[in-house]
């Protein structure tokens, strides 16, 4: 059985163009609307509804209602699952063949999420999402599209984002690892370089042009680019908590990105700095959820866990 892991990422409202211009979730946009009730809305609304992805080969279908918490809170359940691949089924113990499984064959199973308001300043709140995760697959992609277009149908003036956020002290197991590597990454070809390579015809955008720096086995980066990566994943040295929207406003855009490769705890790990995503972290409660007769977790059990820890990531936040 797979590992029983949350997310958490903070939900944020802007004016649609300008990323700066921040709106409380409790009452935004020109109709001021709550979050929390579009949410809710949209899940009655299209109870039962299957999202069906063929670009992502991604399925996500609402049939578990929404539970009332109190009027600043709700959590549920979602299915979800990928499709794509086919191929045979066996039975594990004696090999004999069971069924083909057709590309459209979904295996689908249940994500706990919750979702949240909570007032940070004089009537400004923020908005709060976690959601389960199952060993390596996450509900988040598909959740987040849902939602966006929740918002979007609404009050095309707003835009709605999931930040990733992370307390400071496990932030800062980030900010312990040694760097091995720096990876600039050019999505398209000057044209001197092609004519340089006697490349004379060719789509600018097909082709990607790297710059690698790696250190020797036992060997660091000088200090200064070691303390420039790490500057670029804090965010600042003033916060408790990490939010991660992106970092556009230090030269990364859609045309070119920067990665690092950072040994954590003995293993290497790559963080693409235009893709904080990368970097959210992963609460595991295998151990202390309860689980049904099946081992599945039960969702009042993952529930008060993931209020708890909410709590608990809040009170090491500064929002």
């Known amino acids: 059985m797979s590992k029983v892991q949350l997310e958490c990422y903070k939900l944020v409202i802007t004016t649609t163009g300008d990323k700066d211009d921040y709106h409380s979730v409790e009452s935004f946009g020109k109709f001021n609307l709550n979050l929390l009730k579009v949410i809710k809305e949209g899940f009655v609304r299209d109870k039962g509804d299957i999202k069906s992805d063929e670009a992502s080969k991604t399925y996500l279908e609402l049939s578990f209602e929404l539970e009332d918490n109190s009027e600043n809170s709700s959590y549920g359940l979602v299915e979800y699952g990928t499709f794509g691949s086919g191929g045979m089924l066996k039975d594990a113990k004696t090999g004999k063949f069971k069924y083909t499984r057709l590309t459209t064959d979904t295996e689908v199973k249940p994500f706990y999420f919750l979702v949240e308001i909570r007032k940070v300043h004089q009537n400004f709140y923020n908005g709060f999402l976690m959601i389960e995760r199952f060993g390596t697959i996450g509900v988040k992609k598909a959740l987040e599209a849902y939602l966006k277009r929740l918002v979007r149908e609404r009050d095309k003036g707003v835009k709605l984002s999931l930040h990733p956020i992370m307390p400071t002290k496990l932030f800062k197991k980030f900010q312990q690892g040694s760097l091995r590597e720096v990876r600039y990454t050019l999505n398209s070809l000057p044209s001197n370089i092609a004519r340089h390579q006697s490349i004379s015809e060719y789509e600018k955008q097909s082709i990607t042009m790297e710059l690698v720096f790696k250190t020797k086995k036992n060997k660091e980066f000088p200090s200064y680019i070691l303390n420039q990566a790490k500057q670029a994943l804090t965010g600042g040295d003033n916060t408790k908590y ?78």
């Open 242 to 319: 990490v939010t991660i929207p992106g970092i556009d406003k230090v030269g990364i855009d859609d045309y070119s990105s920067t990665s690092i490769k950072m040994n954590l705890n003995g293993s290497n790990k790559t963080f693409n700095l235009g893709d904080f995503n990368n970097l959210r972290p992963y609460i595991d409660i295998n151990e202390e959820v309860k689980k049904d007769k099946r081992n599945f977790p039960i969702i009042s059990s993952i529930n008060g866990i993931a209020t708890k820890y909410l709590d608990d990531l809040m009170e090491d936040t500064i929002v």
